[in-house]
């Protein structure tokens, strides 16, 4: 019986394609949408989606965030982050810009890769993928991050600047200049390799 056709439901970050244009299309497992007041994350051994916490600050994610299944933030992503000492040992995170809503986590979507943002929490690095909703023709003509609108780029840079600080009696959070489509693939080519090194093939 093929993985394809199991009876049993896939691990969404063991189980799942990054997809077969990786890096420039990738596979997303949906984790949170824009209308969650709580910060759901995949549970590592279940593969569920557990309650992480209930949003700290009264901003709520401007796009759709999840995850590229079979990635993990390893020491090579670490590496391509000034000021890392390792990475944050969770699959890659993305956030996924479309011009309909999206209201359902534990979905699957493809999102073809616009560029990045890096975070480093504590010298950790949490690079946060951009990408665009695959077939939306908003977005058609949107080949690297600089073609999105500036407001939507720095939504993003404020929301993942101000997410944490509430929870914690110091901010330990850095959010770092946006970079392009290249950079980005890097990234998610590095956290493959990472992931290969974690768990095998």
């Given at each position: ?5 199991s009876?049993w439901?896939p691990h969404p970050?063991?189980?799942l394609s990054?997809?077969p244009?990786t890096?420039?299309v990738?596979t997303?497992?949906?984790e949170i ?5 709580v910060k759901?994350?995949i ?7 557990r309650i ?5 600050s009264?901003s709520?994610?401007p796009?759709?965030y999840?995850?590229?299944?079979r990635t993990?933030a390893?020491?090579r992503?670490?590496?391509l982050?000034?000021?890392?000492r390792r990475?944050d040992e969770?699959?890659l995170?993305?956030c ?9 986590s ?13 975070m ?5 690095a949490d690079?946060?993928?951009?990408g665009?909703?695959?077939?939306d023709?908003?977005w058609?003509?949107a ?15 404020h929301?993942?600047?101000t997410?944490k ?5 110091e901010n330990?959070?850095?959010?770092c ?10 990234v998610?080519?590095a956290?493959?390799d990472d992931y290969?090194?974690?768990?095998g093939?």
């Amino acid at each position: 019986m093929t993985r394809e056709h199991s009876q049993w439901r896939p691990h969404p970050w063991h189980g799942l394609s990054p997809g077969p244009d990786t890096p420039k299309v990738v596979t997303v497992f949906v984790e949170i949408t824009p209308f969650d007041h709580v910060k759901y994350e995949i549970d590592k051994i279940s593969g569920f989606l557990r309650i992480d916490r209930p949003q700290y600050s009264s901003s709520l994610p401007p796009s759709v965030y999840g995850f590229i299944p079979r990635t993990f933030a390893g020491r090579r992503v670490a590496s391509l982050m000034p000021g890392a000492r390792r990475g944050d040992e969770d699959p890659l995170d993305i956030c996924v810009i479309s011009s309909h809503a999206i209201n359902k986590s534990e979905v699957l979507l493809s999102a073809r890769v616009v560029g990045g943002i890096p975070m480093l929490d504590a010298e950790t690095a949490d690079d946060k993928i951009v990408g665009v909703l695959v077939g939306d023709a908003a977005w058609n003509g949107a080949a690297e991050l600089e073609h999105l609108p500036s407001a939507a780029v720095d939504q993003l840079v404020h929301y993942f600047s101000t997410y944490k600080r509430m929870g914690r009696p110091e901010n330990t959070v850095q959010v770092c200049t946006p970079y392009g489509k290249h950079h980005a693939q890097a990234v998610i080519l590095a956290s493959i390799d990472d992931y290969v090194e974690a768990f095998g093939t």
